[in-house]
Each structure stands twice: as structure tokens, then as C-alpha cells.
């Protein structure tokens, strides 16, 4: 009989060990303070939750609640998920009517990302795509905005063709006139300028032309590839072009 028990002990054991581990996670995980940010899978999970509803969201009605819930949450998330938080509100049908409620959101955003000095951490997709669904959201921060130029100015040599037309995109449609960022772009975009497919050379020929930007050596380059890919260029492409070298007057 004591040979049998010890023998039973010893093939559940593991299993005991298993169980007391497990609860012991779940004992942690009930135990955390109020207000301290949840795990990443937590994140992932709540992130997962907002935009599912925000997708069967009826279009003409503005999910107040969610929202309301949505800028609560905000300060639990880590600044490298803003990004998406930003651009599901920027895809949301029903935007426009809610305007007021999503400017909320937006605003905490972009007080935490800055309070975070986030730009700094962030990669350039990150970038490019908060900066891309601020812009469509038209809501423009002032604070958010220096801070990003002062951070990705120094980086845009690192920057992919992509990357850097969106981002003056975005900064001109924001009304960002950030010389620092500007030069800096233009000396790259220049180099790059192989790199940059029609929709590319328009929204960066447009983006100096509306912030008044001088940068000949990137009208220059810009005009160049224009015309090697002129018959790829859709014609809200062409007139946007157009328009941007007969506004800066450059002689293309």
C-alpha cells in the first residue's frame, strides 16, 4: 500500500505542479493594481475588441460609448499601438458625424505621445502611419507636430521613398510648416527620387508648393522623373504636379 501511494505521488505530481502554476498566474493577474497597464496580450486583446466594434459600427451612427471608452484606455497602451488606434478612426465611416468625439480621442493620443516623447522609438511605418491618419482625420496638434519634426528630421536619410513623401503629405495637409523636417526631407527625396512611383512625386511636389517650401534641387528631380514616368501618372496626379511647379514658378 505505501509503495502504491508513493507511486500515485509521483506520476501526479507534474500534473499537481501544473495546476498550482497555473493558478498562481491567475492569483498575479487578479492581484494587480488598479491602474496598472495591462500585459501585451491584454493590449493586443483590447485593440482586437475596438476594432471589431468599430466595424460593425452602423455608418450613420457615432458609438459614443466606445469612444468614451476608447480615450480612457488611451493611457494604457503602449505608443507603438497608437498607430493603428489612429487609423481605425481614420477608416470609420461615420467619422465626419462624430467629429467632436473623435477629435477627443485624437487629442489624448497626442498628449500621451508626446508626454511619452515617443517619435523617438517609434519606426518609420509607425510614423508614416499615424502621421498619414492624423492628416485624413484632419486633426492637426501643434505640440505633436514639433515634436515628431524634431525627431524624424535627423532620421530621414533613413527613410524609404514611401516614407518620406507621406510625411511631408501629411505635415502640409496638417499646416505643418516645419522647416527643419522640410530640408531634410528634400535632400533625401532628392537622392531617392528613382524610388518614387507618380502618386509619390505628386503629394511631395504638392506638400512644397503648399507649405512654400523653396527646394529647387527637389522641384528639379521631381520634374525629371515626372517626365520619364508621365504615362504612368493618373490626371489628378498630373494636374497636382502641374500645379505645384507653376505655383513655386520652377521652370520644369
Known amino acids: 500500500l505505501k509503495l502504491q501511494f ?17 493558478v498562481q498566474r491567475r492569483w498575479a493577474a487578479s492581484a494587480r493594481p488598479r491602474g496598472q497597464p495591462p500585459s501585451r496580450s491584454g493590449r493586443n ?60 480621442v485624437l487629442d489624448t493620443v497626442a498628449s500621451h505621445l508626446v508626454m511619452q516623447r515617443a517619435a523617438a ?5 509607425d510614423v508614416r502611419t499615424l502621421l498619414n491618419a492624423l492628416a485624413k482625420c484632419s486633426h492637426r496638434d501643434a505640440a505633436l507636430l514639433d ?7 535627423p532620421r530621414a536619410g533613413s527613410f524609404e521613398a514611401r516614407s518620406l513623401a507621406m510625411t511631408v503629405w501629411s505635415y502640409a495637409t496638417m499646416r505643418g510648416t516645419h522647416g527643419e523636417l522640410f530640408s531634410a526631407v528634400a535632400t533625401e527625396a532628392a537622392r531617392q527620387v528613382g524610388q518614387f512611383n507618380p ?15 523653396d527646394a529647387p534641387a527637389l522641384f528639379d528631380s521631381v520634374a525629371t522623373e515626372a517626365a520619364r514616368q508621365v504615362g504612368q501618372f493618373k490626371p489628378q496626379e498630373l494636374a497636382n504636379t502641374a500645379w505645384a511647379d507653376a505655383t513655386v514658378r520652377h521652370d520644369a
Open 121 to 125: 522609438t517609434m519606426t518609420e511605418r
Open 45 to 104: 486583446s483590447r485593440l482586437k475588441e475596438w476594432r471589431a466594434a468599430l466595424d460593425s459600427s452602423p455608418p450613420g451612427k457615432v458609438p459614443t460609448k466606445l469612444l468614451a471608452e476608447m480615450e480612457a484606455g488611451i493611457a494604457g497602451e503602449s505608443p507603438g499601438s497608437l498607430p493603428a488606434v489612429v487609423s481605425m478612426l481614420a477608416k470609420a465611416k461615420w467619422r465626419r458625424a462624430g467629429r467632436r468625439e473623435v477629435a477627443g
Open 6 to 22: 508513493l507511486y500515485l505521488i509521483g506520476t501526479r505530481m507534474p500534473r499537481l505542479d501544473a495546476v498550482r502554476r497555473h
Open 199 to 213: 502618386q509619390n512625386l505628386a503629394n511631395t511636389a504638392w506638400a512644397y508648393a503648399t507649405v512654400r517650401h
Open 147 to 153: 515634436h515628431f519634426a524634431g525627431e524624424v528630421a
